[in-house]
């Protein structure tokens, strides 16, 4: 059995590695970039002024701290446990991709860089990345995969809004993997001018750590605002998962306390036993991919499968390192939820809450609907609600052969 | 003297193709055939994302015939069968490599005879992936030195290398623009100080005239998009276009430093 550690809060390593996850498997070309935006990062870290910006824009742009809300009529619904959510909704651009996006802007503009550049599934983290890029002045190009592009067409018209540049990748199987290859091909021909705005906790070092302490924001004031409404923790906390940033953002600030448990909800899409599914902890096996080693919905040669989920965003072949470590440490439990399981949550929480979330979310709130009745009715669950549901409706009236 | 060295002794051409993209067998025969020094056989993978296009494509064309690592290895045995003397190096990237563990991976090389490994998302910084095993099994981990690479780091990207070191002369993805002819002759000229490992160049050379020139002062020249793009344009009929233009390289090359 691996050694416990005396905390769970103490990683990456210096090499960026968690355990045996991480680390930077990128192209000689990108490594100088990579060892250079970790001193960066270390020397932002380490700046009182860079810590202040970040603080005024979340919480004057983004408009932090989102609320903790106790959801009575959920609760009263499902029966068991008190079911309370972090509103990661309300933020500006309706999602928790805004906070990490801000962050990492900064970050480019501490060193220097005049271009952005990212990647994206569904479209949110291309919104939140062209809108910090709008708020600073700084061109973005935004890669999508084709189909992408075609099956969300609300973001990629709010990404040209905003002013960003959407180019539709065609490459392998025009999904977000893809996007994220071409980002790196981007990345690798401009990177004198050029930052790469990762979307979640994963790629190369730093941009786990990074980004996961950018949306620890989310776990920091939940911890506090649980604290100051109830007088203790949560039981446990739930979140979803596909690349893993908004559960890491909820998780981290209580890994070190050990009555806390935590869930990470996994898209299961027509199920675990056949291979339409996104869920690369319980489905997948250790390799590596864009930039990092990790979990991976693979085949027996190391070739990458494609996921599947109804949620766009949870629709990625891999997932952030610090999962892959938290799974293996039995910190985390991780479970997957089907397409239909998140379709009813998604269902039940607009009518019971009058809340219309993202289809990511519906997805935690699936399990939690789930475990809630087998805790005590003094127990409390938070959920991470990490997006609202606007861009999923088209979706979701397709699955529920509504036309629009 | 190792059959890498001495493919070096001389300025060299490296052939790249994609395995399992066409009759490779045939393919491989017609770039020995046309003066092909060194052949760098690559191992096809879902996302190659230091690839352009053309090899991207090859990648595709081949995973879609249903190419597995086994027929990577069965390819590289059966031409070190045929060619016991011509260098075989395989390059590709990390996932198919360390998906059964590095040391099967390594072992599979040893016993195919392949002589090297070029392994593109494994920089210095996570050699213990693969590089112990390589090197136990006598295979030569080779790595990639670029425009990015400065004076401070080259030392530790040289460190457990072997075989000849790659200098990739654009910062880019391959088969895209080629670099000035003075930036090759500075970088080799620095990175040739560093290491007495050959330097091969590669990225954006697609003609004769170019590798003539970088030849003239580099001990290799490696083409790669210019000769898949024959293999998907040609199909069966690849053999002899490779051979065509394999030919006019490596007159190009060898001829570079007479008269």
């Known amino acids: 059995m691996t050694k416990q550690p005396n905390s769970f809060r103490n990683q990456p390593d210096d090499r960026g590695h968690f355990g045996d996850y991480g680390g930077r498997y990128v192209a000689e070309t990108l490594m100088p970039l990579v060892l250079d935006l970790e001193r960066e990062y270390r020397a932002a870290q380490a700046d009182p002024a860079f810590q202040a910006q970040f603080d005024d824009l979340l919480e004057h742009y983004v408009g932090r701290p989102s609320p903790l809300y106790f959801a009575e009529r959920l609760t009263e619904a499902v029966g068991g446990a008190q079911i309370w959510f972090k509103r990661d909704e309300l933020n500006h651009t309706g999602a928790h991709k805004i906070n990490n996006c801000i962050g990492q802007i900064l970050l480019a503009m501490r060193m220097g860089k005049t271009r952005i550049i990212a990647e994206t599934g569904a479209g949110q983290h291309g919104v939140a990345t062209a809108t910090v890029c709008a708020r600073f002045g700084l061109p973005c190009l935004i890669y999508m995969g084709a189909t992408d592009v075609a099956r969300q067409q609300p973001n990629v018209f709010r990404m040209k809004l905003l002013g960003a540049e959407v180019v539709p990748v065609t490459s392998g199987a025009a999904t977000l993997k893809d996007a994220m290859n071409e980002g790196l091909r981007d990345w690798v021909a401009n990177v004198h001018d050029t930052f790469y705005i990762i979307g979640t906790a994963a790629g190369p070092h730093p941009y786990p750590e990074l980004v996961r302490d950018f949306q620890s924001v989310i776990g920091k004031e939940a911890r506090a605002q649980m604290l100051a409404r109830t007088g203790r923790l949560p039981d446990l906390l739930v979140a979803a998962i596909g690349g893993g940033s908004n559960a890491l953002g909820l998780f981290h600030p209580f890994l070190d306390d050990p009555d806390v448990k935590m869930l990470g909800v996994e898209a299961a899409g027509y199920g675990l036993d056949g291979d339409q599914h996104a869920a690369s902890l319980l489905g997948g096996f250790p390799g590596v991919l864009h930039g990092n080693k990790t979990y991976l919905l693979q085949d027996e040669d190391g070739q990458i499968t494609e996921g599947h989920s109804i949620s766009a965003g949870l629709d990625y072949p891999g997932i952030g390192p610090e999962h892959a470590w938290l799974k293996d440490m039995g910190r985390v439990e991780y479970t997957a939820v089907t397409d239909d399981e998140a379709l009813d949550a998604f269902q039940l929480l607009c009518r019971t809450e009058g809340i219309i979330p993202a289809l990511e979310p519906a997805h935690a709130i699936a399990a939690v609907t789930k475990i809630a009745k087998t805790m005590p009715d003094d127990a409390i669950i938070l959920a991470n609600l990490c997006g609202r549901g606007d861009k999923d409706i088209f979706t979701v009236a397709e699955k529920l052969g509504v036309e629009m | ?259």
């Open chain 2, 1 to 259: 003297m190792t059959r890498l060295s001495t493919a070096f002794s001389a300025p060299a051409l490296v052939c790249f193709i994609t395995a399992g993209d066409g009759d490779t067998a045939v393919n491989l025969d017609a770039l020995v055939a046309g003066g092909a020094d060194v052949i760098e056989l690559g191992m096809p993978f879902t996302d190659p994302m230091a690839d352009g296009p053309a090899i991207q494509e090859a990648n595709l064309r081949s995973l879609g015939a249903g190419t597995t690592t086994a027929d990577v290895f069965s390819i590289a045995a059966a031409f070190r069968q045929r060619h016991p003397d011509v260098p075989l190096v395989l390059m590709g990237y990390a996932n198919p490599m360390v998906r059964r563990g590095p040391e099967w991976f390594a072992d599979q090389c040893a016993k195919a005879g392949v002589d090297g490994v070029i392994c593109v998302d494994i920089p210095p910084e996570e050699d213990d992936a693969l590089g112990p095993q390589l090197r136990a099994a006598g295979i030569a981990p080779i790595r990639l030195a670029t425009p990015t690479t400065d004076a401070k780091r080259l030392p530790h990207v040289l460190e457990g290398s072997g075989g000849f070191l790659y200098y990739v002369s654009v910062a880019g993805i391959t088969g895209k623009q080629q670099a000035a002819q003075a930036s090759i002759a500075e970088a080799v000229a620095r990175l040739k100080a560093a290491t007495d490992l050959p330097v091969a160049v590669g990225f954006g050379v697609r003609t004769p005239e170019q590798a003539a020139a970088i030849a003239q002062v580099a001990d290799g020249v490696v083409v790669g998009s210019a000769l898949v793009e024959l293999v998907g344009k040609h199909g069966a009929d690849a053999p002899l276009a490779l051979k065509e233009l394999t030919s006019a390289l490596a007159a190009a090359v060898h001829s570079a430093r007479q008269g």
